[in-house]
Structure formats: structure tokens, C-alpha cells
């Protein structure tokens, strides 16, 4: 059976090599480059990718639903520009894909490198991932923000977890905040969401993940984590307090 991965990236020049290394051993990979502005394009030139370009999008599905649109072989793995599939997984991967029968999807754990740490806790572990599937078997969901597969089949699960490098420098942070504070203004807009509401949902954010689901265990880093996270719904709370359904 064959393989494809598909990847789209955006302003990716530091992490996307990392990416595409991790997957090399695919029959096919597929870039879709996002109106990066900066080297994206040239770190993909040592790799063997189909290589398209498209205009950046908060809605990240058009994107990766035309990303796996693009691919060819009997399965599809979708892969984050800043993410790497490391051997066990890949290993993990090449097993179950090679029986025409079993499952039309999988889903698989996901480790969060955070501030020179994997954390464990906080809701960013197992931080569970829908990434494989047969082709023609799954199809995203037209979502503002989190997007999501809609699986025709049934689903079962990798053991070995996807790792996540969301933010290498600060740079980062702040590029992710502005990002995912405005899809989630946009989805709150789209739902006519209580703009009281919108504005506890930040503090209940911190509550959750860093005391309920014990952030706190994961030391210095958990708490860095958590008030990012913090600051980035509060970053949407305030857009969308400030231009409502204008969005």
C-alpha cells in the first residue's frame, strides 16, 4: 500500500525541513505553501515534494482539504509543518497500512515540545490526533479553527505518539497568537457567541488546563504554557469584543 503525506506551511523556513526529513520514506509528499513571505519555499527545494501554492487562509481546512485533494496514494498522512514523525511511529505507520483490510482511519497521540520541555500534562498530552486515513475515506469538516476529519469507516489508534514543535522562539508565540486569536474570533462570530461569555472564556482556559488538568506538574514550562494559551484566547475575546459580528 502506498503512501502520501501531505503538509501545508505558512512563514515554516525553521521547522519545515525537520518535517519533510521526518518524512522522506512516503511515496509522495505534498506541499502546499501558504503565502509564506519568508524562505518557506527554498527549504523545501532539497526535498522530493509536488509543490503548490496557495493564499493563506484562518480557515486552515481549504488548505489541507486541498492538500490531501492533491494526493495519490492508497493512504494519507497529514503532517503540520512544525511536526515530525519519528521512527517508531513510522514503523507504526508501514505496519497498519499494509493489510487492504482493518481500519479506514487512525488516530494516534501527540507529544508538545514547550519552552526546551515535553510536557506530559496541562492537556497537551496525549493531545490525541486524527492523521491517517485511506484515501477517499475522510474529508474535513468546514470549521473556522480546530479543524477536524469527518471519517466514513471505521477509526482505531497508533500507539506511538506524532511530535509537535509549536514554538521554538518568541517569534513563534506571538505569529500563533495572532493566527489562532483571530480564527477563534471568527468561529465565536459565526456561533453569535455572549461576548460575556467569550470574555470568562480565557480564565476558564487557565483553570482547566493548568490546575485541572495539572499544568502545574509540568514545572516552569507548564506554567509558561498555560499563560500563553491564556493570552491567546484573550487575544480573541478582545477582537471579538471589539468588532462582534464584523469578523
Known amino acids: 500500500m502506498s503512501i502520501s503525506i501531505a503538509i501545508i506551511a505558512h512563514n515554516e523556513e525553521k521547522n519545515l525541513p525537520r518535517a519533510l526529513e521526518s518524512a522522506v520514506w512516503a511515496d509522495e509528499i505534498i506541499l502546499v505553501d501558504c503565502g509564506s513571505t519568508d524562505g518557506t519555499a527554498a527549504a523545501a527545494e532539497n526535498f522530493k515534494v509536488r509543490f503548490f501554492s496557495r493564499p493563506n487562509s484562518t480557515a486552515v481546512y481549504i488548505n489541507k482539504q486541498f492538500a490531501i485533494d492533491q494526493a495519490a496514494s492508497d493512504w494519507i498522512f497529514i503532517l503540520d509543518a512544525d511536526e515530525e514523525i519519528p521512527p517508531e511511529l ?140 491564556f493570552r491567546t484566547v484573550m487575544a480573541s475575546a478582545v477582537l471579538y469584543i471589539k468588532k462582534g459580528r464584523n469578523l
Request: hydrophobic share 40%; glycine share 8%.
Open 90 to 229: 513510522r514503523e507504526e505507520i508501514k505496519e497498519v497500512t499494509s493489510s487492504p483490510y482493518g481500519a479506514a482511519a487512525f488516530k494516534m497521540p501527540r507529544r508538545n515540545f514547550y519552552f526546551g520541555r515535553w510536557l506530559k500534562h496541562g492537556g497537551k498530552y496525549p493531545d490525541t490526533q486524527l492523521r491517517l486515513f485511506r484515501r477517499g475515506k475522510a474529508r474535513f469538516l468546514p470549521l473556522p479553527v480546530h479543524e477536524r476529519l469527518e471519517v466514513d469507516g471505521e477509526t482505531s489508534r497508533l500507539s506511538r505518539p506524532l511530535n509537535h514543535y509549536p514554538c521554538a522562539v518568541m517569534e513563534d508565540v506571538l505569529r500563533k497568537r495572532a493566527f489562532y486569536g483571530e480564527a477563534l474570533a471568527k468561529s465565536y462570530a459565526l456561533k453569535g457567541k455572549s461576548r460575556l461569555l467569550i470574555l470568562l472564556r480565557p480564565f476558564n482556559c487557565f483553570f482547566v488546563n493548568y490546575l485541572l488538568k495539572m499544568g502545574f506538574l509540568d514545572g516552569t514550562q507548564g506554567l509558561k504554557t498555560a499563560l500563553m494559551d
